[in-house]
């Protein structure tokens, strides 16, 4: 980027630019670590203090933002709606790495059924099997491993390492990161007259809607029979673990290391944790919110809610939960007395 | 599948076959999710209400059920002794596709050292150190790294981008799943003079007996000195970890996400949840049942046991503090007032 | 090694040895598992009963130590320093096997603007893209993709399947596991204007210092803006979700599977256990010691103490309370009547 205040104002359509117009600005940076050439944004009002001390050269910020204290005269005050959407904008425009461009790298094996549109990337040292088909604009990095029959819609990125086992559907514009590994058989074992484990053959498969990501090392495993399914618009972090026959409905996000287990059915638009567990055969309903580290070990029917503890309960209830342990347990001598008083 | 239920009756030693046994049936499907073309099964009671609404073409049960309402004449009721396991050996038979046949694809690493018999599968970018031993009739599939001097015996499948470092074995009719990490390094340290923390240098292997399933990002670090090993019929799902010198007894079955620290044992016929940490040098009896998150800090000593919570107890004796947290948090204000007395 | 115990002894050193100092010496193994042909050591006390058993032909102890009971008249008893030190570092020496030599395997992809100086190891079906700069004693196996313009330091050792995305930087005698992810895109949305996320583009890299370590299939994810860091001798075990811009001080060491959301800051030696979570925006203090499964839900600013807990509290104030739900089960029979008393 080589852009000065004046350019962005008139870029993402500000409303008033206060301060010098005319420097140079070289680099997006957040309001702690920005320098003198850097553009910067504010929309957390839990940073405001970071607002005085900034030294950016220049900050995208609210036009609706009434500063507590005079704003630092040395910055240029960008004013507008969306502060947040319009730096990120810049940021994509000016600053991210393009993707590579269509062609093949050397040592890529696809098979002579794969319909491979002249328009994709294919990295180095890919794996495309039988009959797999990618629509036009796909990325496929070196090393990922894409099995027989898989479909991949338009503008999906798989990023290196990362495995789509045979017959996953993958839909538009998602993003696959590294080492995710999609479509391995689930865990599934039957009682067998001699062996304590047989095995339960997998023959489903995994679906992912359009604008789907699934997080680095993330694992989600082919149904039973069936599917197991990504819906539209779901967000799954890094190190996560869907199990055979989940059902995960659209824009629900999980935070890393979550799991949810075999043949549950999570709601739409959910906001998820961290190091959450959800039980087999569960149903959760729409918008729940699960705090991080929860265990969810029965059906969510009421939507909107938020969840917390292992095993979870309504927030109010847990919280309030956590805070009467810690009064008994201050309490405890004193209950102690009173039980042994009793006694005497 | 091109199957008649009579056909299917035959073919499974049916008891009796109830219904149209003539149609054509094409596929495999779950009670709620088949079509009159779809044979599925019933073994779980508490799906019994799906038996009365399915639209299956024919549905294999259990000769000793008896149904609560009459069941539907449109579907073909098909009697065995054991229903899944029927069931699966049809899937198994008909629907589960053929793993590649012997040979090597393009791009295949094989040290001159390596045993590698031609009635095995070596997909694209496999990497086959020196002396690497493979039994025949072993699937090595595309990107998978077998290190210098492993070991791996007949029927065993290593799938895409797994990693066995060197001096691993591995028996027969193993699987390591997509992506699974076997004999990587043991995390151990010691106080160094001048360093906080010296490598211990990690000598020693991984041993996995036969019919052990490794799942899918699954890490089993090696021994430090001496062995980690996963004994005969152990089950791993995915994104567990399982640390240097731990030793798991036959036929034990983990959960996805759960983490087994250094040098600890698991007995035998255990049965392990999601997301469980077992911490270091323990010891779990064979039998043992541990609910899903449950943190077991103290050796478990008695065997056939069920175990939850963090720190894990004894099942009953947790679901009991489980249930006096909740009621106390309830009389929480009644016992504040009978503190609050007493003091007056 | 074929060595004897006079030998050993004056190898390390040895203040005295005790026993027949001629045998031939072969292998190194534990107390509980050596042989007559294998060196063993001694340093923790707990295992103080295993010294009188050993079948072990040495045996390397501390100088100050007192035995109980009278040592073994078969073993050759080697007095040192550090006995834990003196064993590991024959270890290294004899026995662990050497990495490989400088040279690059077929099938190595290295772009013609990456520097590789010829003593480096480059394994079969490495990719390492455009400006990559490698230092000289550098060990890229095979699999490991080098994303663009990442520096990788002398003596650092990348291992099969990691991937190190665009613009990292690692220092010097870093080890990286299999399969980590280094470098991802880190898990960011703001809400848009026609759809619930939209991503926010990761421009930021991650930083890793000298003497770090990162375990198998553990993930570091790179900054949105700016840099996550690891500094000086960061020890991660594996399957570790480390969020975007975070920063772990020098000399902290962290078990397998725990996670550190985005944005914290976590101080130098710290001591963090395994399946710990740490929410995001937090800060925890230098010398910070927290219990396995632990949830860190606030901020740690005094250094030096334990914690443990979901929300975590300081180990004494946890244990505490863990005790008194304890007892609290075991009495609430007597505080039911108590309360029924009362309201009678």
Redesign the interface.
Known sequence: MNLTPKAIAQEIGAEKLVGNGDIILTG???LA?AGPQDLSFFSDSRYENLLYATRAGAVILSKDFTPKKPLPSHVAWIYVG?P??AF?SL??RY???PLPGWGR???A?IHPTAVVPSATYI???A?IAQNVRLAERVWI???A?IG?DVEIGEGTIV???A?I??GTKIGRNC?I???A?VG??G?G??K??S???????Q?GHVVIED?V?V???T?I?RAT??QTRLEQ?V?L???I?V?HNVRIGP?T?I???S?I?GSSTIGA?CRIG??V?I?DHLYVADRSSIT??A?V?KSISTPGKGWRG??AQEVR?QL???A??????E??P???E??N??KA
Chains 1, 2, 3 share one sequence.
């Open positions: 997006f940076a957040s670590e969306r947040e959407q990120y940021v994509q600053k991210v790495p790298e050397p040592y094996v990295g180095a040292f794996y990095y070196p090393f491993y027989a990023y290196p390492h495995v086992m045979a993003i990161h590294p080492g590994v391995a058989d865990f074992f039957y067998g007259e062996r304590p484990y047989e095995r339960i053959p023959i604008d990501e997080g680095a090392n694992c495993d029979l069936g618009g967000k972090d890094n190190l673990q199990g824009h996000a935070a890393a290391q799991g287990a638009f961290g190091q567990g039980a991080a580290q265990g070990s292992a095993p209830q309030l939960m956590e009467v342990m810690r009064k008994l347990t309490l405890y004193k209950i102690l009173l039980l008083e009793k």
